[in-house]
C-alpha cells in the first residue's frame, strides 16, 4: 500500500500556473487525474517509474508538464497557461510495478490514490 498526499492545488486566473506535488510515491509509476463535476474521471499525464516516459492528454500538451524526483519520492505536474476548462480534483495515483518504462493511463490500473487537490481557474 502506498499512501499519497497532493499539495499545490488552489485558485488562480486563467493564463496562470500551478504546480501540484504528489509526495511518497518513489518506486511507481504514476498519473496525475482530474474530474470535474459531472464529468467523468481523466488522465491528464502519466510518467514511468525510471522518468524517461511521459503520457499527456490532448488537450495539456504543451502547457502540462510531468516530472520526478525519485530521490525525494516526488511526482510533479506543473501546470501553466491554466484555463477554466482545468478546473478539477486532481488526483494522483500510483502503481508499483517492476515495469522500468511503462506508463498508465486508464485508472482501472491505480491502486494508490491521494485524496485529491482542487484547482480552480478563473477567467
Known amino acids: 500500500q502506498v499512501q499519497l498526499v497532493e499539495s499545490g492545488g488552489g485558485l488562480v486566473q486563467a493564463g496562470g500556473s500551478l504546480r501540484l506535488s504528489c509526495a511518497a510515491a518513489?518506486?511507481?509509476?504514476v498519473g496525475w487525474f482530474r474530474q470535474a463535476p459531472g464529468k467523468e474521471r481523466e488522465c491528464v499525464a502519466a510518467?514511468?517509474?525510471?522518468?524517461?516516459?511521459?503520457y499527456y492528454t490532448d488537450s495539456v500538451k504543451g502547457r502540462f508538464t510531468i516530472s520526478r524526483d525519485n530521490a525525494k519520492n516526488t511526482v510533479y505536474l506543473q501546470m501553466n497557461s491554466l484555463k477554466p476548462e482545468d478546473t478539477a480534483v486532481y488526483y494522483c495515483?500510483?502503481?508499483?510495478?517492476?515495469?522500468?518504462?511503462?506508463?498508465?493511463?486508464?485508472?482501472?490500473?491505480?491502486?494508490?490514490w491521494g485524496p485529491g487537490t482542487q484547482v480552480t481557474v478563473s477567467s
Open positions: 495515483a500510483a502503481r508499483v510495478t517492476s515495469r522500468w518504462s511503462t506508463v498508465y493511463t486508464e485508472s482501472r490500473e491505480y491502486a494508490n
Open positions: 518513489g518506486g511507481c509509476a
Open positions: 510518467i514511468s517509474w525510471s522518468g524517461s516516459i511521459t
